[in-house]
């Protein structure tokens, strides 16, 4: 029901031989399904963008422009020429007259950098990342950073982060949502900007303590009388990611708050008792702040 609904993709589209961890390569269909549940705009700027290499990358990159032609979809994160990197290292979307601008980078990549093309957008690349903030500043009315960061695993955000934020919100970002760490992280406020510093994973397979939980965030944009826009406070929502097994025989996301106290509902009661504990933890160890 979102007017935009936004998710990173952190695997690539490079054909057979499927392949999982550490170098990930995904069904097609995988990517067009998430596309007809809704999804607008897909992030391209993570660390395993180039688990395949180039040619993985550019097949990649492919199958994203023809369910771009089906379905509408866009991307970011992602250039695959020298002349489209300086224009669109930002993705500027309009939506019931708001302009919303989404600038996508990553700390890094799995097997580095490389010469050719399409081109992740580094996190490093600080007059790249300026140059598109201030783009966006001037064509949009909201900028959102979207920075594939952090340390994996911990549920509280690392200093490099915050000063990371401060840099992008000192540029030009309005909101900035991170991934990476595979975990929920704590969420801050920078000169009165929210930092969502990890939202976690959403479809997972991993099993490690946390990392079934993840967070969707919901952005509520206003336009007031007088023209002004402005951000309502971030509405997050708990999710969990159930194996199979767990709750159905399939992988199977909810909104944890809304089954707590549904035990019956799961195949076994390990997988409920595993999401209500993480749960608390979680929610203690960021101090219950959302």
């Not at 952190?10 to 999982?20: N, R």
């Not at 007809?36 to 688990?51: P, S, T």
Request: charged share 20%; with cysteine.
């Amino acid at each position: 029901n979102a007017d935009l609904a936004v998710a990173n993709m952190e695997f690539t589209l490079a054909g057979e031989p499927y392949s999982g961890y550490p170098a990930f390569s995904a069904p097609d269909d995988f990517a067009e399904h998430i596309a007809k549940c809704g999804f607008d705009i897909f992030l391209c700027a993570n660390n395993h963008i180039y688990d395949k290499g180039s040619a993985g990358t550019a097949r990649t990159l492919k199958i994203y422009k023809e369910l771009s032609n089906k379905y509408g979809i866009r991307y970011t994160g992602l250039t695959e020429s020298s002349e489209e990197r300086e224009e669109n290292l930002s993705l500027t979307v309009i939506r019931k007259g708001m302009k919303i601008s989404f600038i996508n980078m990553t700390y890094g990549t799995n097997l580095g950098a490389t010469d050719h093309w399409p081109k992740v957008l580094y996190q490093s690349e600080k007059e790249k990342i300026s140059n598109a903030l201030s783009k966006a500043e001037t064509e949009s009315d909201i900028t959102i950073a979207l920075p594939h960061w952090g340390t994996e695993y911990e549920l509280l955000h690392s200093e490099s982060q915050a000063v990371t934020a401060e840099w992008l919100i000192n540029g030009g970002a309005d909101l900035i949502i991170g991934t990476h760490p595979h975990v929920a992280q704590d969420v801050g406020r920078i000169n009165g900007v929210e930092v969502a510093y990890s939202l976690g994973n959403l479809v997972s397979n991993m099993s490690a303590a946390n990392t079934q939980l993840g967070l969707m965030a919901t952005i509520k944009i206003v336009r007031h009388p007088n023209g002004d826009v402005s951000l309502l406070p971030l509405e997050l929502t708990h999710l969990w990611c159930s194996r199979p097994g767990g709750l159905t025989n399939s992988y199977t996301v909810i909104p944890i708050e809304d089954f707590i106290g549904r035990r019956d509902l799961w195949l076994n009661d390990w997988d409920y008792e595993k999401m209500v504990t993480t749960y608390e933890r979680v929610r203690k160890t960021h101090n219950n702040e959302y």
